[in-house]
């Protein structure tokens, strides 16, 4: 791999993961404000508990994003290896964050506010079957979600682990 191929493929990484922060930016801070205005609305206790902390959770996203996929940017007079070095470490960065993104992402507080909303409906559906097949969408949709997050999680965390040992490689090639 050249080295014009490594600053190519570090532009295209720093332009698509500012896309995907800002994607995540803006979804976080539109999830807070719908959890918000939701907030506002809620008359039970522990939905209201709820839906302010999924509030939270898209303003905690938000920053999470801004902290961790948001790229830095190298130095104008960078040399070749500040350079490499500058994009495995932003490589490894983002593959820290997908390494921990339960944490990172606040999923944690995600799915508790979301117990904490949709419990008191599921325990009073306990009683007749039939109200208990109205959260047969929400299940599915959990179960769709997952079997698309894990594979999904570990290719990308595979992907990039490569291109860090490729760039690993290409550094000590470098030196020799």
Same mark, same amino acid.
């Given at each position: 791999m050249s080295m014009t191929e490594i600053r190519g493929k570090a532009q295209q990484r720093r332009r698509r993961a500012r896309l995907e922060a800002l994607i995540e930016i803006t979804s976080g801070l539109a999830v807070c404000v719908f959890f918000a205005w939701t907030f506002a609305r809620a008359n039970e206790l522990l939905a209201r508990a709820g839906v302010g902390l999924l509030s939270l959770?898209?303003?905690?996203?938000?920053?999470?994003?801004? +902290?961790?996929?948001?790229?830095? !940017?190298?130095?104008?007079?960078?040399?070749? @290896?500040? @350079?490499?070095? $500058?994009? +495995?470490?932003?490589?490894? %960065?983002? !593959?820290?964050?997908?390494?921990?993104?339960?944490? +990172?992402?606040?999923?944690? $507080?995600? $799915?508790?506010?979301?117990?904490? #909303? #949709?419990?008191?409906?599921?325990?009073? @559906?306990?009683? @007749?079957? !039939?109200?208990?097949?109205? $959260?047969?969408?929400?299940?599915?949709?959990?179960?769709?979600?997952?079997?698309?997050?894990?594979?999904? %999680?570990? +290719?990308r965390l595979r992907k990039l682990q490569q291109e860090i040992d490729e760039l690993r490689t290409f550094e000590t090639e470098g030196r020799s």
């Open positions: 959770w898209g303003m905690y996203v938000a920053y999470q994003a801004y +902290r961790w996929i948001w790229p830095g !940017r190298p130095g104008p007079d960078a040399t070749v @290896s500040t @350079s490499l070095e $500058f994009y +495995r470490s932003e490589l490894e %960065r983002r !593959r820290d964050y997908a390494l921990h993104i339960w944490r +990172r992402a606040g999923l944690t $507080f995600c $799915f508790l506010g979301a117990a904490m #909303v #949709v419990l008191p409906g599921l325990i009073k @559906s306990l009683g @007749s079957p !039939r109200l208990l097949l109205n $959260f047969a969408p929400l299940f599915a949709l959990l179960a769709i979600w997952l079997a698309i997050f894990f594979p999904k %999680r570990k +290719r």
